[in-house]
């Protein structure tokens, strides 16, 4: 199985700044990787798919990038409805895995 | 609009059985492979299972602490996707999301989730 392992597993920010996280893979997984953002109670919304493409509606201030094993999610300026959980997922291979997540506080 | 609703969730014994439903709408859900994803209390989110769309013959995959005790099925429509869970077990206690998977240039991505339905295995 491929292990997805994000760091930091929580940060605190503040409103304006520019907020990046990460995601590695235990081993290659080309850009089959999505990002989801899940508040709390609610369900999760994708926000980027093939790494680097936003969803349909997902506002631009959210970013995606890498390929191999090593990606990252970047907030260009964080917003009070920013603040919640970040999960990556791959889907190169079964099972598909994601990973353990980054908590964004204020 | 794309809409996914699930049902069905509640207390279940240990070694107990229980099927969950979605109801798909705003879309030929025929097309699309559609997911089950799930998420124990407070902790992160771990994929279930998988049912390919029609014309892959709705074939389907599981994660393995489900295989040969879950089993998802869609009725003849596609308009609803299920999850029949046999000999349950504590550690199946989560919410249950039904989740949409898009097909875009090979990439297949979980692109819309329903609001979830708790399932709760307990004596």
């Known amino acids: 199985d491929i292990q997805m392992t994000q760091s930091p597993s929580s940060l605190s920010a503040s409103v304006g700044d520019r907020v990046t996280m990460t995601c590695r893979a235990s081993q290659g997984i080309s850009k089959y990787l999505a990002w989801f953002q899940q508040k709390p109670g609610k369900a999760p919304k994708c926000l980027i798919y093939?790494?680097?493409s936003l969803h349909s509606g997902v506002p631009s201030k959210f970013s995606g990038s890498g390929s191999g094993t090593d990606f990252t999610l970047t907030i260009s300026s964080l917003q009070p409805e920013d603040f919640a959980t970040y999960y990556c997922?791959?889907?190169?291979?079964?099972?598909?895995?994601f990973g353990g997540g980054t908590k964004v506080e204020i | 609009e794309v809409q996914l609703v699930e049902s069905g969730g509640g207390l279940v014994q240990p070694g107990g059985s229980l099927r969950l439903s979605c109801a798909a709408s705003g879309f030929t859900s025929s097309d699309h492979y559609m997911d089950w994803v799930r998420q124990a209390p407070g902790k992160g989110l771990e994929w279930v299972a998988r049912?390919?769309?029609?014309?892959?013959?709705?074939?389907?995959e599981y994660a393995a602490s489900v295989e040969g005790r879950f089993t998802i099925s869609r009725d003849d429509s596609g308009n609803s996707l299920y999850l029949q869970m046999n000999s349950l077990k504590s550690e199946d206690t989560a919410v249950y999301y039904c989740?949409?998977?898009?097909?875009?240039?090979?990439?297949?991505?979980?692109?819309?989730w329903g609001q979830g339905t708790l399932l709760t295995v307990s004596s």
């Open positions: 997922q791959q889907y190169n291979s079964y099972p598909l895995t």
């Open positions: 093939g790494a680097s």
């Open positions: 989740t949409r998977v898009d097909i875009i240039s090979g990439h297949y991505y979980f692109a819309y």
């Open positions: 049912s390919r769309n029609k014309a892959n013959s709705y074939t389907t």
